[in-house]
């Protein structure tokens, strides 16, 4: 007699998926930011803009929606105020605190 097991089916983890409300979102870019690795950062901004809606976000962002996407691919070096645009369109604030 022979059973066989159906395999689960995994899917891979997209953190856009539980990025819904805005206190999820500075969360996460808190925690990212903690890391101090740009290579992160620029992944969590991806992860909210595709959350939030890739097209509005470089419509709010005053960016073309290929430009977002290639700021914000892995080893991009966007400059700083493509980064603020990128946050400001994203309802994200950057702050400073002491260290």
Request: glycine residues 6%; charged residues 25%; without cysteine.
């Amino acid at each position: 007699m022979t059973t066989s097991k159906a395999k689960a089916k995994l899917l891979p983890f997209d953190a856009a998926r539980y990025l819904t409300d805005e206190d999820a979102i500075a969360e996460y870019m808190t925690a990212v930011l903690e890391t101090e690795d740009t290579d992160l950062l620029l992944l969590a901004l991806s992860d909210i803009a595709r959350a939030k809606g890739m097209a509005q976000v470089a419509k709010d962002a005053g960016l073309g929606r290929e430009s977002l996407y290639k700021a914000l691919a892995p080893g991009a070096k966007p400059r700083l105020d493509t980064i603020l645009k990128v946050a400001r369109a994203l309802g994200v604030r950057f702050s400073a605190h002491p260290a």
